[in-house]
């Protein structure tokens, strides 16, 4: 088995990626949370950098109620969830400004300690369920949720390295 899909690896990784992206998040000046980026760093995102911030937290929130399904008494999502789910996945565009920069990052923050702390206490990574994603087992979501994290990371330090430059 390759270290993408060690257990402890990813939740290592998980953990630290918490850190990379809040490292990027505090480059950014606050003025330019909720600006567009400007002329051909719009190429890069079109979305301002608060709105990578609470695109996490949605994917987050979600994947931790997913990693649920890997506890010992977990239980599959409700179709009331699943459709909150899917009601905030695609109304993030619209939503993102109701919280603060200071929540969306609080709880970004906690949605990843709780998926953290979901992940140590999982059964058995191996099991397959029908997810957000399809059907997956527990490292592949542990592995698309570190991947989908270094993506965003990356975004947002795009926008604070070369803001000036490209505006």
Same mark, same amino acid.
């Given at each position: ?6 257990a402890t690896w990813l939740q290592e ?26 002329? %051909? =760093? #719009?190429?890069?995102?079109? *979305?301002? $950098? ?10 987050? &929130? ?55 702390? %979901? =992940? #140590?206490?999982?059964?058995? *990574?191996? $099991? ?10 527990? &490292? ?19 926008l604070a390295i070369f803001w000036d430059?490209?505006?």
């Open positions: 088995m390759t270290a993408l899909y060690e990784q998980l953990a630290h990626s918490l850190g990379m992206l809040e490292g990027a998040w505090a480059a950014l000046p606050e003025e330019r949370y909720s600006a567009l980026p400007p002329g %051909r =760093l #719009a190429k890069l995102s079109s *979305w301002p $950098a608060q709105l990578h911030l609470y695109h996490l937290y949605i994917y987050e &929130r979600i994947t931790v109620d997913y990693a649920a399904y890997w506890l010992p008494d977990g239980a599959a999502a409700s179709e009331a969830e699943q459709a909150e789910h899917i009601r905030l996945w695609q109304g993030q565009e619209e939503d993102w400004q109701q919280l603060s920069a200071a929540e969306t990052w609080a709880e970004m923050q906690a949605q990843r300690q709780e998926l953290l702390a %979901r =992940l #140590a206490g999982a059964a058995d *990574w191996d $099991a397959r369920y029908d997810v957000f994603w399809g059907e997956q087992n527990l &490292r592949w979501v542990a592995a698309k949720c570190f991947q989908h994290t270094l993506e965003h990371t990356t975004t947002l330090l795009q430059r490209f505006a």
